[in-house]
């Protein structure tokens, strides 16, 4: 059976040694985040997470969600129990506005515990995480009484939140949809249509859920511009808070999937169901994005947290397994075998997964201070700033996290050999897992398009200039610092071929767009591989400061180190690849007749 | 529900026009083959496999195989009449040693039958599959009585035969294994232990099983110089061919696997049953390796098919599903969407399974020539040729195809969007299925580490210094032809790439063996661009030949032209990378303590 032990140690050293936390002590919610304090939190939330979530992942996917014929959903064994439990320590409210209840804390901090939360169990963190973007999307563009009717039992968790965007003919263009909701004398909307993929549509571990639901009026135009945004309560809600009435929405099916059996993946049926207009009419698109970026990060952190999770056991495995002998000479000379870590391949397993892992911890947690930065900091300069770091970065951290977490996921089992097949190991379940977040909240392919369509060319290429600086100023200094001076020409030549690629794009997708579309991913990827070498030259140089400064836990720092150095020998070498296929451009790729395939 | 079209016409243009099989007419089995019959025995194949095979797919998937109290186990509905079918058209006697009952064509033939019957069920066609391997190993070894015995019905397809090595603690190091094979006063043994993962092991599809069984005699070393090979049928066969006592051995439990749920996947207990040494006693692991690169070709087929079929359903969804607009202006002006195969980033994933399915089914095709070749040419110089070639190709087939395989089956999937995640729409099964062949015959990292550890420097690297001259010749010849010019740069620069990686090699791993391990699944992959870029390039060849001799099919041979064209503007430019690895050697990747995972 799959172990997960929180590497709360790791996410201290960015907090405190590479993001240095410390030095936004003048924003709100950081000042009562102390070392001491972020050390206990996350502790205590490592152990939440190994303790009470994590022994319910297995028997979660073998067991699935049931469907009763009242349309009732019954979650695996033991979600109830963990999710209340998850509500009485108070653990979704982390980063609440304490204005609704919530502990204010920073969003940094509530990312390192999430975590924790989605390599221990996936499925189950599902029902949670799904309630904070719908109540950021609340926050954002409702009323101040829909507000604090809303929100308040979202941040305490004693309801959940979802997202209805999809439907069986629309997922992507959401032009297409057919919900409707008709206006009613009394200010609400009765809405009708059937929305599908609804991840935790419906379960029986809360009382009421918080359903955000995208439609069209009657007199709306039908396409993007005419959606509206509408919360529509499983059970009505009266003025006081009280539950009223049971609304016209119900699950009419779940779907059979190929993972991430424990969350309930919900056909939902809107029969006039009551709902109420969040925001301006016909603008409920921006809501909606509002949710879906928060959505997105939390994605790709499932894309780190699949990868550290079945990186552990593949490591744990690899000590134990004994099987052959090192090509260097026997490690194990009083064993009939060695244990495979001896063998480079296994290593290279491996280490591609721990240098991913660390190094998107970093970029992952670095994104969400950006978060915190671009809603608290003091000035709009410094608000802004951060605003296009996360804004560029979201959808590298949405499909580069993922693509890597599955490849990370499919390594680990594969350092299992027979065994990673079958299922009562357990670490099929990490890759069939890990597989949905490639596809859920926007595919990877749309996460591209939506890098190089959007987030590039947005206020005239801002955001990437201003990255661009960073990582430069950064190779320039590693280049004057003989101890990092190893870094500086794998992390050059990579920041080149983006440099490169980006050029490209300039001089040839304006006049025509599909050579955008056609490299997006390869840039992606490309853009990926930079901020990642990035972020492991802040730890490295974090590592060989706490070094210098004579830290107690040498191995830890010196360990940063060699997986850093590894980055740079063996991972960071793949952009010339990106460049050369962003270069390539799209005529190859588009020059068969579409009833050729 | 997924379809199935068998790509008879590609397979027919790469026997007929890449490899000229009808040049081969003096060799044994391919005069009876000339164009015509070969046509008609793949489109006959083809239809089989659609037609019979295929159906069965999805439901083998759902339902699995079921093992009773009794130690019986039953297969999928379907699968008993499907196979009942395949055995009396003949199809796995096709290129079976007459001498046998066989119909003794080319392996080449059956090799293009295969990849069908793959494509349509591949836990189904594992059944008749791994029959094939056993058979070469009886052929190989075997006295004459013992092949008179034993061969005939498993040629004609009445038993099949299975392979017997992996025990719960020995895997990869059959050192490590445990069961038994006592003498007996008549010539027998009686083998004792327990085997797993065995593919077939048990089922309800024929009268008998032949398993061949790895055991150590009692006075035998314990290592893998002390392994014997036995016949052990699961009924005694009686002098005469008629079925005797049932034997000592019989399927403990099935394993639930993550995906091949169509195929029993045994453990199986030996109580003392009766088994046949076959072979020199402690020389067990010669015939097995027959066996086993036999099965690793197949395995590598498995990847291809899984690609085409996956790949095949993909392309049909993208021209189907409508969704968002084309970024070059509208394609489907009336409809309120166009369909999703307008957009470049599904392109890119259907353009990269195609370039590698028509690339992988060439080099297939030629490397299963290799296997005719070896057998079959007229002088021992050209027979030792052409095992080389096999020889060296043979851990590229399977762990390159593999690789890209799972990657194309994971791309196809992604086409669908959601709904590729949901099991009813049969594209999850596809990955499902095809993550076993990156396993099994020996995991992709003990086929890279054949390859450089065993392939490259057998008899002084011959086999690779006559394929560098192939492809170099090659290359000389395309940058001498204006219409191939384009091929020359890019397969110059992988073949330059590959001698790099060699020569690194052979400087740094002799002296340090971790050096070649480290480096070797990016030496793997690097041959299997190249291999693939050879085989593009003849292809291209043919094709731009049949446009000047005025082909009837235009349309086919200017597709094939187009997408060689996208294999050297986009795929391989990858090979950098690799040899960077390569060349990056195994410090910084083994620079951890074992501990510190």
């Known amino acids: 059976m799959p172990t997960y032990k929180a590497p709360v140690k790791d996410s201290l050293f960015i907090l405190n040694e590479v993001l240095h936390l410390g030095q936004y002590a003048a924003l709100p919610g950081f000042a009562e985040i102390g070392a001491d304090t972020l050390a206990a939190v996350l502790e205590e939330g490592g152990r ?45 409210g982390l980063a609440g506005d304490p204005a609704f209840g919530g502990q204010g804390l920073p ?43 809303f929100i308040p039992p979202m941040v305490d968790g004693r309801w959940t939140g979802t997202m209805n965007l999809t439907e069986p003919h629309c997922g992507t263009d959401l032009g297409l949809l057919r919900t409707r909701a008709e206006p009613q004398a009394d200010g609400s909307y009765r809405l009708t249509g059937t929305k599908i993929f609804i991840s935790s549509g419906e379960h029986d571990l809360t009382e009421n859920i918080i359903h955000l639901v995208l439609a069209k009026l009657p007199d709306s135009p039908d396409s993007v511009k005419g959606i509206s945004l509408f919360i529509v309560p499983k059970v009505l809600v009266n003025p006081d808070g009280s539950l009223g009435a049971r609304n016209a929405v119900a699950c009419g099916s779940l779907e059979e999937k190929m993972g991430i059996h424990g969350n309930a993946t919900c056909v939902m049926n809107y029969d006039g169901a009551t709902g109420y207009l969040i925001g301006e009419r016909d603008k409920g698109l921006r809501a909606m994005f509002i949710m879906m970026n928060a959505a997105r990060l939390g994605v790709g952190i499932q894309g780190l947290a ?44 491996l280490m591609n997964a721990r240098a991913f892992n660390e190094g998107a911890r970093s970029l992952a ?42 490849e990370n996921a499919t390594n680990a089992q594969q350092c299992f050999g027979g065994h990673g097949y079958i299922r009562e190991w357990g670490m099929e379940q990490f890759v069939r897992d890990a597989r949905i977040a490639m ?92 901020a990642l070498g990035h ?17 107690a836990d040498t191995a830890f720092y010196e360990n940063k180190i060699a997986v850093g150095r590894y980055y740079f020998s063996h991972v960071i070498c793949e952009t010339p690849a990106h460049r050369a296929r962003v270069e390539a451009g799209a005529d190859a790729m588009m020059a068969l007749a579409a009833e050729a395939f």
Chains 1, 2 share one sequence.
Request: hydrophobic residues 45%.
């Open 107 to 149: 969003h940094v901090v509530a990312t390192a515990f999430e975590e924790y939360m989605i390599a221990a169990n996936m499925a189950f963190t599902m029902y949670p995480m799904l309630t904070q973007g719908a109540i950021a999307a609340i926050r954002a563009v409702a009323s101040p009484e829909q507000q604090q009717l």
């Open 439 to 530: 596809i859920y909240e926007g595919t990877n392919g749309i996460q591209a398009l939506d890098l190089v369509g959007r987030k590039l060319p947005a206020n005239g290429g801002r955001a990437l200039r201003a990255y661009l600086q960073l990582v430069g100023a950064c190779i320039e200094e590693c280049a004057a610092d003989e101890q990092r001076e190893f870094i500086a020409a794998p992390l050059k030549r990579a920041l080149d071929d983006l440099q490169g690629a980006t050029g490209w794009l300039m001089r040839h997708a304006l006049m025509k767009p599909d050579n955008a579309a056609a490299g997006s991913m390869a840039y992606l990827h490309l853009l990926g591989l930079v």
């Open 535 to 551: 972020q492991w030259a802040l730890m490295i140089k974090a590592a060989q400061t706490a070094l210098a400064n004579k830290a």
């Open 48 to 92: 939440f997470a190994e303790e009470v979530i994590q022994p319910l992942n297995r028997t979660g996917d073998e067991q699935g969600c049931k469907r009763h014929p009242d349309g009732r959903v019954q979650t695996p064994d033991g979600f109830r129990d963990a999710y209340a439990k998850f509500v009485e320590a108070g653990w979704g």
């Open 365 to 406: 947690l670095w994104g969400a201070l950006m978060v915190d930065l671009a809603e608290k900091s003091a000035t709009p300069e410094a608000r802004a700033a951060a605003e296009d770091q996360i804004g560029l970065l979201t959808p590298v951290i949405k499909g580069y996290f993922t693509d890597k977490g599955y």
């Open 306 to 349: 699949q990868s550290e999770v079945s990186y552990q056991n593949a490591a744990n495995y690899a000590r134990e397994r004994l099987q052959g002998r090192a090509l260097s000479g026997p490690k194990n000379a009083a064993g009939k075998a060695d244990p495979i870590i001896v063998h480079p391949d296994v290593r290279r397993m």
